[in-house]
């Protein structure tokens, strides 16, 4: 069975690239416009792995990562920030919250593949 990775992204194009480049490396994409969204995605679905923006409306990602994480079932699914913020304060940050990883936009999907499979096969 497919594993199932949560997109979350305020940019559609963004959204669309992730979700393209996972789905043709076999997995099942659940898409999410913001962090309020993807955390109502993920209550309602088994995830195996969160790719999240930080900048968005509503809730940002390291406010999703805290929430997810509050949550029994995402205590310890990997979560990959995937944002143009590259500061080492931004990382650490995103640590402390309870992140995996951290990709950089624009992102390799070359890279991003090889990353979801070192994390979830």
């Given at each position: 069975?497919?594993k199932?990775?949560?997109?979350?992204?305020?940019?559609?194009?963004?959204?669309?690239m992730?979700?393209?480049?996972?789905?043709s490396?076999?997995?099942?994409?659940?898409?999410?416009?913001?962090?309020?969204?993807?955390l109502?995605?993920?209550?309602?679905?088994?995830?195996?792995?969160?790719?999240?923006?930080?900048?968005?409306?509503?809730?940002?990602?390291?406010?999703?990562?805290?929430?997810?994480?509050?949550m029994?079932?995402?205590?310890?699914?990997?979560?990959?920030?995937?944002?143009?913020e590259?500061?080492?304060?931004?990382k650490?940050q995103?640590?402390?919250a309870g992140?995996t990883g951290?990709?950089v936009?624009?992102?390799?999907?070359?890279?991003?593949?090889?990353?979801?499979?070192?994390?979830i096969?």
């Amino acid at each position: 069975m497919a594993k199932t990775i949560l997109a979350v992204d305020d940019s559609a194009s963004i959204r669309q690239m992730v979700s393209f480049t996972l789905k043709s490396a076999g997995y099942e994409v659940v898409e999410a416009v913001d962090g309020m969204d993807g955390l109502e995605k993920a209550k309602s679905k088994s995830i195996n792995l969160v790719l999240t923006d930080q900048n968005m409306p509503r809730m940002d990602g390291l406010t999703l990562i805290k929430s997810l994480r509050a949550m029994p079932q995402y205590a310890k699914t990997p979560i990959l920030m995937l944002t143009t913020e590259s500061s080492d304060a931004m990382k650490s940050q995103g640590r402390a919250a309870g992140a995996t990883g951290w990709l950089v936009k624009p992102f390799d999907p070359q890279k991003l593949i090889e990353v979801v499979r070192k994390v979830i096969g």
